[in-house]
């Protein structure tokens, strides 16, 4: 049975997209998956929704480096509807940058849960959709 | 009245230090004992009656004779002894003295040595800055012979006028009233400090050097000032390397940025498609499926191409990179322009774009061919690449000489760019800002690399549905 969480994947990367879809399909981790290739067409599908808390993700893994807007301009605009939107929202930053001053930079921003390195494996996301359960 | 004066050369009689008194007072005693014993002896001589009286007067006269004689003797033996010493302290003094002399006549010569250096300019003027001193060195730095200046020049005639008529504007502002002329060098030293700066001298001939000049005030023993003092030394040589370094830095701050880009690269556009591959291969391991695995094995080959076309883009940027020494020829913008005008007619054509450009500033520039092609073609295309679908493209090439450098400038009326957000990343590696098809995010890559791998430098200014203008300033520090 799939577990009953809406997980979304803002990231560029199409093979990224296609490989955690799968993953969680395969591992039957979420009822549903939305992807978007980049913030803005994210930030614009939080704002449609705002008064249908059903739609909205429960959990969003964000890439930092994308076109049009970036991961951190994704969070900044964010922040400023967060209060609007009638649901929390866990956001994991999932990147391929090593670069210590993106790490230090999420650790500053409370919310962000954490910071994945990728790829990111099967097991790591049982973890995470798990400590979302224990919630 | 006479009665003081006698009173006080009697006090000196007994009391002071001159010859004479000495002499008074060593022979006093000696004449009154003398003349008591010969009263005595005559009295005695008399009352025995054993002389006759011419006799004794006769006695008397030669026993006076031998003593005046004897006392005279006396006399002259204590002043010879006297004159004696005294010659005595006359040669030493005349000995100490020539030492002295040669003491002197020595710090004299070094003096004179450290004055005469023949790299340092010394030249000293009275309170007026008339000069009054202009040593060896000065005379070899400035071409001018001690003659021509001496107590006829002050020292504005070696000077650059602008430089003091600025530094003047300065001190006045400073000290909140006039400081004009001379005043501008000795400012500093009159209020009883030094100061230490840099000025361009004059030689006789007008050539110009850099000098750094230091400027003292002379005082006499009551402090007050008689004349100043400016030391200055030839600091081309020292202004040369300071330039030498500062290309130097610059050279290996561009280097250090390159590589710092490169890193960000590797981090960035290497890692990506690493762990895209990692995980395909995690689910193809687990698919159990031919049709699915058939699938996931598309997106390999996907994923080989990327990795190969970022692999191929890099060894490109790198090879631009290492070719500091890419050869230069005269190359005319107008050619240019027209060979990317043909390479883009299609485009230009299906976006109806009107292109207009102005050389006259600089209508050519020493530059590989091949770079200023690429610069130009990748401003070309993506001006009309990212144009508004509201207007009619307008892309106006022009070149400007800022300061001796060459500048192009491409301005477009298209989409632009929100740099307050993006700015950073304009020129970054598959760096895109449009949702476009055609974005790849490599062209202004490209063309940084090459501008600053000759030297120069790029910029951009623009504001969001108004247009772009980028700048391309070429050969910097070169």
């Not at chain 1, 705002?50 to 480096?65: A, G, S, T």
């Not at chain 2, 090879?319 to 913008?333: N, T």
Request: hydrophobic share 40%; glycine share 6%; proline share 2%.
């Amino acid at each position: 049975m799939n577990k009953p969480f809406i997980v979304c994947i803002v990231d560029d990367d199409e093979i990224y997209q296609f490989t955690v879809t799968r993953t969680i399909e395969f591992h039957k981790l979420a009822k549903k998956v939305l992807v978007f290739s980049d913030g803005e067409l994210a930030i614009q599908f939080l704002i449609d929704n705002i008064d249908h808390y059903e739609h909205v993700p429960d959990i969003i893994f964000l890439d930092l480096n994308m076109p049009i807007m970036d991961g951190w301009q994704f969070i900044e605009e964010y922040i400023s509807i967060k209060p609007r939107i009638g649901k929390k929202i866990i956001i994991y930053i999932v990147s391929s940058s090593v670069d210590p001053i993106d790490l230090d930079r999420a650790k500053k921003v409370s919310e962000i849960s954490d910071y994945l390195i990728k790829p990111i494996t099967p097991d790591k996301l049982h973890d995470i959709i798990r400590s979302l359960e224990a919630l | 009245m006479i009665h003081r004066q006698l009173k006080q050369r009697t006090t000196q009689l007994f009391s002071g230090n001159g010859i004479g008194d000495l002499m008074a007072r060593r022979l006093f005693p000696k004449i009154l004992i003398t003349l008591g014993l010969f009263y005595v002896a005559g009295i005695e001589v008399h009352r025995l009656n054993i002389l006759s009286v011419e006799f004794e007067i006769v006695l008397l006269g030669i026993l006076l004779l031998i003593c005046a004689f004897l006392l005279t003797l006396d006399a002259a033996n204590t002043l010879n002894k006297i004159g004696h010493r005294k010659q005595e302290t006359e040669v030493e003094d005349i000995k100490r003295n020539r030492n002295l002399e040669v003491l002197i006549a020595k710090s004299n010569q070094e003096l004179r040595a450290i004055f005469d250096s023949a790299l340092v300019s010394i030249i000293g003027t009275d309170k007026n800055g008339v000069i009054t001193h202009f040593n060896k060195g000065a005379e070899i730095l400035l071409g001018y012979p001690i003659t021509e200046v001496k107590g006829k020049q002050t020292p504005e005639i070696i000077h650059l006028k602008e430089e003091v008529i600025a530094r003047g504007n300065e001190l006045s502002e400073k000290f909140g009233r006039e400081v004009r002329g001379f005043d501008v060098f000795v400012e500093f030293a009159k209020q009883g400090k030094y100061e230490s700066r840099e000025w361009t001298y004059i030689r006789k001939d007008g050539s110009r050097f850099p000098v750094q000049l230091v400027v003292t005030a002379i005082l006499d023993g009551s402090k007050n000032i008689t004349g100043y003092l400016g030391i200055a030394t030839d600091v081309s040589d020292l202004n040369k390397a300071r330039l030498d370094l500062e290309i130097l830095a610059n050279h290996l701050q561009r280097q250090n940025n390159t590589l710092l880009n490169f890193a960000h690269i590797t981090s960035h556009n290497l890692r990506s498609p690493v762990s895209n591959l990692n995980s395909l291969l995690h689910l193809y391991k687990v698919s159990n499926c031919s049709g699915d695995k058939e699938v996931l094995f598309g997106k390999f080959e996907i994923v080989t191409r990327h990795l190969t076309t970022t692999l191929n883009e890099l060894i490109e940027a790198l090879k631009i990179q290492k070719d500091l020494s890419k050869e230069r020829e005269i190359v005319r913008f107008e050619e240019i322009l027209n060979k990317t005008k043909e390479t883009l007619a299609g485009h230009i054509i299906e976006a109806n774009a009107i292109v207009t450009f102005d050389f006259t500033r600089a209508d050519m520039i020493e530059y590989p061919r091949s770079y200023l092609e690429s610069i130009m073609l990748n401003l070309f295309s993506n001006a009309i690449k990212y144009k508004s679908p509201a207007r009619v493209p307008k892309i106006h090439f022009k070149t400007e000489t800022v300061s001796n450098e060459v500048t192009l400038i491409v301005s477009d009326n298209g989409l632009g760019i929100n740099l307050e957000k993006h700015g950073n990343k304009l020129f970054g590696l598959h760096k895109t800002f449009h949702r476009h098809a055609e974005a790849r995010g490599i062209g202004l890559f490209i063309t940084k690399t090459q501008v600053e791998a000759m030297g120069g430098s790029i910029s951009v200014e623009s504001a969001v549905d108004n247009g772009s203008t980028f700048k391309v300033l070429f050969n910097r520090n070169n």
